[in-house]
Each structure stands twice: as C-alpha cells, then as structure tokens.
DNA sequence: GCCAACGTTGGC
DNA sequence: GCCAACGTTGGC
C-alpha cells in the first residue's frame, strides 16, 4: 500500500464536505506530476487530506476507491481523476508548521514542492505524521 | 496583498 | 529545443 497527501483549498472543498460526501471526484488537477501521481494510485491507498491557504494542516485522512479515470471536466481530455473516500479525522491536526519545524519531514513533498498538489508520502513520514496527530491507524 | 517558486506558453 | 514572459499557487 502506498501513502499520499492530497491538497485542498478549504472554501472550496473543505474537509466538512469531504465526510458530508463520505466519497468525491478528485478532480480539477491540472498538472502533470500531480497526475501522474493520480495515475500511480492504487485502490485502497491513503491518503492525508490537507487544507492549503486557510488552516494549513493535515486534517483528515481518505481512502482511494476508485483508480484514475478519464477527468470529463478537463476539456483537453489530458488529465483524469481519482476517486476518494473519508476513512478519519485526524484527532489534532498536523500544522504545517509542525511539518516544517521537525527535520524528519525535510524531504516530504509538501516541505520540498509546497505548490505540488497531490505528493507521495513514505512510510515512515506516514507513521510519524499519524503518531503525531494522535491517529492509530 | 505581496512575493517566491515553479509550470506553461510561445517566439525564435 | 531554448529561453523569456507570463500565469498560478500557496505561504506569510
């Protein structure tokens, strides 16, 4: 199984929203290596849910159920799209602060590519980001 | 609201 | 195929 980490604004698709739908269309990605990290999904990876410009944290955490499939909103018809699920809340959110003061993250996506909306994740980030939002997964 | 980082576009 | 210009994202 392997780990991700998924942007989203949250007046746009916040993480209320996300466990309101229980599972969404993750859609509207527009960049390549974002999409071929969509394209390297499996069904049943993770996924950290994190709240870009407002909140700036890990909040929650999804499943993928769905693999990549053509994206109809994409005009181009060049990108596709995941589909995920609500698994948990994270029971304190991660800030992004934390992330970037604890020296084990240096070469997380998110440190390394702020601008990188959908990122890989290792193992032991994934470990050490659970522990320290109180997630026993 | 500003600015840095970075992806994309288009002229040559 | 290079590179400058431009647009977008996202943290501060």
Redesign the pocket.
């Known amino acids: 199984m392997a780990y991700w980490l998924v ?1 989203s ?1 949250p007046f746009k698709y916040a993480w209320d929203k996300m466990v309101a739908d229980k599972r969404t269309h993750w859609d509207g990605v ?4 974002a999409s071929n990290n969509l394209k390297a999904m499996k069904i049943g990876d993770r996924c950290f849910f994190y709240h ?2 407002e909140g ?1 944290a890990i909040v929650g955490i999804v499943e993928v159920v769905k693999e990549y499939y053509p994206d109809d909103s994409d005009p181009a018809g060049r990108f596709g799209m995941v589909d995920v699920a609500a698994v948990a809340p994270m029971p304190n959110p991660v800030t ?2 934390q992330i ?1 003061g604890d020296p084990r993250f240096a070469e997380l996506g ?1 440190v ?6 959908v990122s890989g994740v290792s193992d032991e980030a994934w470990a050490q980001i659970c522990e320290l939002g109180g997630y026993k997964g």
């Open positions: 942007k604004e527009r960049n390549y290596q870009s410009n700036l992004l602060a970037k998110l390394r590519q702020s601008r990188l909306s």
